[in-house]
């Protein structure tokens, strides 16, 4: 398997423009995780699903941000209007469905809102 | 809330030195308590877990100590090598299914030769 698949690796956009970024998951594993690492405030958790369900997205910082999972290999994260403190790596990892199952992480895309 | 809280931020070991990391947990209710070790430009990967229903995990050089009553837990790199020079994150995620993991600050380690 070719792992977490995320694109685009980088993004670079002006503030209030509309940024999405995708994820394919590992194929067959049910839960998906969206997060946010900055230097500031470490890695944080912004949204998960399961079964494409989202379960829970009490860390998506404001309505600005929202994520959808239409089918089981498919994610995306929308921000718009983009700011530029939304400038950060964000991180798909996906996991089988255990409570110690290994979350398998995506390689990341690097937004730069200026 | 923090729920988990990890130091040293930064550490700096020399080549065949022993790495070791902390961190400290509030909630009871957390049962698996991984390790994840992240290279530049990469994202995190499961290094080393540990269930709280024993103190201690060996994986190679790489041991995770527990300690339940005190709610800690550390990772330490036996005979550290530049190649481990990484960030290492804690974290620690309830029972049931989903896997939610809450992660520590992150340890920024330098294996110096």
């Known amino acids: 398997d070719a792992g977490v698949i995320q694109s685009p690796r980088h993004e670079v956009t002006e503030m209030g423009q509309e940024v999405t970024l995708r994820c394919k998951p590992i194929?067959?594993?049910?839960?998906l995780f969206w997060y946010r690492q900055t230097m500031m405030r470490g890695l944080e958790l912004l949204i998960y699903?399961?079964?494409?369900?989202?379960?829970?997205d009490s860390g998506m910082p404001e309505d600005r941000f929202s994520a959808k999972m239409p089918n089981a290999s498919f994610s995306t994260l929308k921000i718009q209007p983009s700011e530029p403190r939304d400038s950060a790596v964000y991180f798909c990892?996906?996991?089988?469905?255990?409570?110690?199952?290994?979350?398998?992480f995506g390689p990341g895309t690097r937004l730069t809102v200026l | 809330q923090q729920q988990v809280k990890q130091s040293p931020q930064s550490l700096i070991v020399q080549k065949g030195g022993i790495s070791i990391i902390n961190c400290a947990y509030e909630?009871?209710?957390?049962?698996?308590f991984p390790w994840y070790q992240q290279f530049p430009g990469k994202g995190p990967a499961l290094l080393i877990a540990?269930?709280?229903?024993?103190s201690e995990k060996k994986e190679g050089r790489f041991t995770i100590s527990f300690n339940k009553s005190a709610k800690q837990f550390s990772l330490h790199i036996m005979d550290s090598q530049p190649g481990d020079s990484a960030t290492y994150f804690c974290a620690a995620s309830p029972p049931g299914g989903g896997n939610k993991l809450t992660f520590g600050t992150g340890t920024q380690l330098k294996v110096e030769l």
């Open positions: 540990i269930r709280p229903d024993v």
């Open positions: 194929s067959g594993h049910d839960y």
């Open positions: 699903f399961n079964n494409n369900v989202p379960i829970d």
């Open positions: 909630n009871t209710a957390f049962d698996y």
């Open positions: 990892a996906s996991s089988w469905d255990t409570s110690t199952d290994t979350q398998y």
